[in-house]
């Protein structure tokens, strides 16, 4: 269950309760982004180890479950959060992120008694879900028979004529710069002593 509302501060014991102990501070973070398709969301695979005793050394035995928090700012306040009512859970897949945004994540550990006792917040992971990157076109041939040099200038690049390629030339999508896309430079008949290895020209 994903429930929302900003738990700013962790539950605050009595002295006389035992607090349960985060064995689990150190957390191991793995993440996975969604490989579907333009609109996929990124994915959160959070891994962790089970606290085993409460802060007074004494068994931990009524373990009921866990629960994951998480915002866009570092430290909180975290205005998500995921309740795994599992005790032997040592993992969760946090769906539904979005691409180009930064996620901040901790986790807490309750336990089963009446009322129920939650931990104090872990250590914070975070993670960028990087932006989808749509896959090349495929199949792009020669349109405009114009072959150019890639020149860089400052934070920019520029495209300068060196020849020209035939039309219906195959091009590699995996090649690109400024919307034209690399071609063989074998097949190029150059304007002169300007021979670069690496051309482009106008696909679609």
């Known amino acids: 269950m994903i429930s929302y509302g900003d738990r700013k501060q962790p539950f605050s014991w009595t002295p006389w309760r035992r607090w349960l ?16 398709k333009f609109a996929q969301a990124g994915e959160a695979v959070l891994s ?18 866990f629960k994951i928090y998480l915002g866009q700012v570092q430290g909180g306040p975290y205005p998500v959060s995921v309740d795994i009512a599992d005790p032997t859970a040592t993992t969760f897949t946090v769906p539904g992120l979005t691409e180009g945004l930064t996620y901040f994540f901790v986790s807490t550990a309750y336990n089963s008694a009446d009322p129920v006792q939650e931990s104090d917040f872990s250590n914070e992971v975070t993670k960028l879900i990087p932006p989808l990157v749509p896959n090349p076109p495929t199949m792009l041939v020669v349109q405009a028979l114009t072959a150019f040099d890639i020149v860089k200038q400052k934070d920019k690049y520029i495209l300068l004529a060196v020849g020209t390629v035939p039309a219906g030339t195959t091009c590699d999508p995996n090649q690109t710069v400024n919307g034209h896309f690399g071609v063989p430079s074998d097949l190029v008949a150059w ?6 290895p690496v051309v482009v020209a106008d696909c679609s």
Do not use: R
Request: a negative charge.
């Open 48 to 65: 962790w180890t089970a606290p085993t005793q409460n802060t007074d050394g004494t068994p931990l035995t009524d373990l009921a479950g």
């Open 21 to 36: 102990k985060l064995a689990f501070l150190a957390w191991v973070i793995v993440i996975v982004i969604g490989t579907a």
């Open 191 to 196: 304007f002169g002593n300007v021979q670069p």
